[in-house]
């Protein structure tokens, strides 16, 4: 398996409660995209777009 840096770094990007909540689907997702052939660029930009909304948005959301 081919491992995917900046990719990774996007997803330790979002928030703590937002990474134990979603982040492990986030990441097969992110790697189903990746292997499909999405150029990781656009990848990790809309994922980096997503870390910084929900550090706008949603800066205290419970992790429940």
């Known amino acids: ?3 995917h840096r ?3 770094f ?3 990007c979002y928030p703590a409660w937002w990474r134990e909540r979603y982040g492990e ?4 997702l ?5 292997s499909e052939g999405r150029r990781e660029p656009r ?3 809309n994922l ?4 910084l909304i929900e550090h706008l948005w949603a800066p205290s ?3 429940q």
């Open 1 to 3: 398996m081919r491992t």
């Open 6 to 8: 900046l990719a990774d």
């Open 10 to 12: 996007a997803l330790v």
């Open 25 to 28: 689907e986030a990441r097969v």
């Open 30 to 34: 992110t790697e189903d995209l990746l």
């Open 43 to 45: 990848v990790v930009g």
């Open 48 to 51: 980096l777009r997503g870390a």
């Open 61 to 63: 959301m419970p992790m």
